[in-house]
């Protein structure tokens, strides 16, 4: 299996739509499907033993997607439609989430269907379906995939000193990894629930050297400069998604209340510095592109194609790299050493 990739592939934790089921209601039996078949206020669960397993999507220019050969699941070189938005009410009358991917066949018709969800479901609890739309699933697709910092997390400045990201302003300087002082050209800021996929991910003061605690989305990707390979990337610089790295510790999923969320946006995707740690800035590339607001891309619309993936600082590591117990303490001793 490969474990580094310089292309533009994403994975996604999904399940397949035979995990959620209606229960009761018009499709009774039914597993979950696409937005013209699915009926509001069927009440769907999910069903005892579902697991996630991971959707490996690659990105084309045009910004629809094929199932990578890596993918957990899908039939590689597949289509994939981001096909809707469904929004659930909870037994508690809140609400949870999901987005819906349809995998097509060479004829273009569905062979199979996918549910990402966007909160937290638990099985033996009925879900009643309240809101079915495609209009807003390609912009929640991109918010899970920007990614975020949370508030109060200090950034290093190019002077040196230690700002809170609430606190930085268009045009202040920031210090990168690879090309010293660069002006933001946006910052993007949202408040949403801690849950599901948004539920931020918490890397304790120390763990990876960092002064204190950082908080960042899950998708956020920190930048690790091994000096020795000790995990057996086959490469020196890495990039490592935050959720790679939980271990319920030291580094943990904070569940629960509202989070607030800030992306810095630079002329190109840069490595800079939050709370000691090298973590990467927001890139723009097909699937985060929806996230930005019409008007930001009208003014900075010309700078965006320096935002390639190809020109990513640093390569992404697979979690299967990381699923042993002493993953953390090998990548710190490896930046070091």
Same mark, same amino acid.
């Given at each position: 299996?490969?474990?580094?990739t310089?292309?533009?592939v994403?994975s ?5 739509a ?6 009761d209601?018009?499709n009774?039996?039914?597993?979950i499907s696409h937005?013209?078949?699915v009926v509001?206020?069927d ?10 397993k991971?959707l ?11 199932v ?7 039939r ?9 938005a469904?929004q ?7 609400t949870?989430?999901?987005?819906i991917?349809?995998?097509t066949?060479?004829?273009g018709?569905?062979a =199979?269907t996918y !549910?990402? $969800?966007?909160? &937290? ?9 309240? #809101? %079915?739309? /495609?209009d ?5 697709f991109a ?16 002077t ?5 990201i ?11 990894r690879?090309?010293?002082?660069q ?8 408040t ?9 991910i ?9 002064e204190? =605690?950082?908080? !960042?989305? $899950?998708?956020? &990707?920190?930048?690790?400069y ?5 995990? #057996? %990337?086959g /490469? ?5 998604k935050a959720r790679h790295?939980?271990n ?9 209340g509202y ?6 946006l630079?002329d190109r995707h840069?490595?800079i510095?939050a709370e ?6 927001m ?8 996230a930005?607001?019409?008007?930001l891309?009208?003014?900075i ?7 390639d ?7 992404? !590591? ?13 990548l710190r001793?490896a930046?070091l050493?």
């Open positions: 299996m490969t474990t580094t310089d292309s533009p994403q996604i934790p999904a399940y397949p035979t995990d959620f089921r209606v229960r209601g018009a009774l039996g039914d597993a937005l013209d078949e509001l206020d009440i769907y669960m999910m069903e005892p033993g579902a697991a996630r991971r490996a999507l690659a990105t084309l220019g045009d910004g629809s997607f094929r990578d050969d890596s993918s957990e699941l899908g590689p070189g597949a289509t994939l439609h981001l096909d809707c469904l659930f009410m909870t037994p508690d009358a809140g949870a989430e999901a987005l991917l349809v995998e066949d060479s004829e018709l569905v =199979d !549910v990402m $969800p966007l909160a &937290r479901f638990e099985p033996k609890i009925g879900y009643r379906l309240v #809101g %079915a739309e /495609r807003s699933a390609r912009r929640k918010e899970v995939a920007c990614v975020s910092f949370s508030r109060g997390t200090r950034i290093t400045m190019a040196g000193a230690q700002v809170p609430e606190a930085l302003k268009v045009g202040d300087r920031v210090l990168t690879d090309d010293g002082a002006e933001i050209r946006w910052i993007g800021h949202s949403v629930r801690a849950a599901g996929a948004f539920a931020p918490v890397i304790t003061a120390g763990t990876l050297s960092n204190g =605690d950082l908080v !960042v989305s $899950p998708e956020h &990707r920190l930048f690790v091994q000096r020795s390979d000790m995990i #057996g %990337a /490469r020196p610089d890495l990039l490592v790295l939980v319920g510790e030291s580094i943990f999923v904070l569940q629960g989070v607030d969320y800030f992306q810095i630079f840069h490595i510095y000691g740690i090298a973590a990467e800035s890139l723009v590339d097909p699937r985060t592109r929806p930005l607001p019409d008007d891309l009208d003014r619309g010309s700078v965006l194609p320096g935002h993936r190809h020109g990513a600082r640093g390569f992404d !590591v697979q979690k299967a790299l990381l699923d042993r117990p002493d993953a953390i303490a090998l001793r930046s050493h």
